[in-house]
């Protein structure tokens, strides 16, 4: 197969993955909040409710609230509720295109590592379609779990575009993770394993690198925890 039928190969499952990614989940449009959670986080949360300000940026660095230190994940919220205001349909469908982006970026990126197109899409349309992920998706609260699988796919990219470029280093792009991501760290080491041609074209300062930013990522985690 060309390089020309491979890449429009790739599109065509990208965007058959993406339209059954949104035809299953769009019915979470016409949801609300629920009473477990989302209270704490959106609705009767007054500092998310007041959308993108200064001190609600400073409350999101440096508060706990409801147990967690996630910075990202508030601004995600007030952002919702500048742009949107208190509309859950809305904010239901950001964690939809949130999960069809995550869906997209594991296609991608196993197709990548691996070279087997048709079993990364398999992978990639079961994690995009498995009930398991309903919760996830459907759950404002949830967003976290979305948000944070968006940079947990995007480390992983950036790690294999590095271990087949000269000049590319690994970054990590996980800042300040939920405990979900505990198990990230040691995964750019399976990435290599799997990786067609990694070991012989990573030189030791990019492993050096990957290796620094694992260990920065899972004292993070672990802190965060």
């Known amino acids: 197969m060309t390089g020309i039928q491979s890449n429009r190969r790739t599109r065509l499952a990208c965007l058959l993955l993406a339209f059954a990614t949104f035809a299953a989940y769009w019915p979470v449009r016409h949801y609300g909040f629920v009473n477990y959670d989302d209270d704490d986080y959106v609705s009767n949360n007054t500092v998310v409710r007041a959308g993108l300000t200064w001190p609600g940026f400073v409350w999101a660095l440096s508060d706990q609230h409801a147990c967690n230190w996630h910075p990202l994940t508030w601004l ?3 952002a919702d509720c500048q742009l ?3 509309n859950p349909g809305a904010m ?5 295109l949130l999960h069809c982006a995550n869906s997209l970026l594991l296609l991608l990126l196993l197709n990548s590592m691996t070279g087997a197109f048709w ?7 079961l994690f995009a379609l498995h009930p398991l992920r309903v919760e996830s998706v459907a759950w404002i ?9 968006f940079f947990f796919m995007l480390t992983l990219w950036f790690y294999a575009k590095a271990v087949t470029s000269d000049k590319g280093q690994a970054a990590a792009k996980g800042a300040n993770p939920p405990p979900v991501t505990c198990h990230l760290p ?3 080491a399976l990435a ?7 070991s012989c074209q990573a030189d030791a300062r990019d492993r050096s690198d990957c290796s620094a930013a ?3 990522l899972a004292a993070r985690t672990i802190y965060n925890s």
């Open 84 to 86: 949107f205001g208190l």
């Open 186 to 188: 040691v995964l750019p």
């Open 119 to 125: 079993r990364s899409a398999f992978v990639a349309a």
């Open 76 to 78: 995600s919220h007030m």
């Open 192 to 198: 290599a394993v799997f990786h067609p041609g990694a």
């Open 92 to 96: 239901h469908l950001e964690n939809v």
């Open 141 to 149: 609260a949830e967003r976290k779990d979305v948000l944070s699988g």
């Open 214 to 216: 694992a260990r920065f």
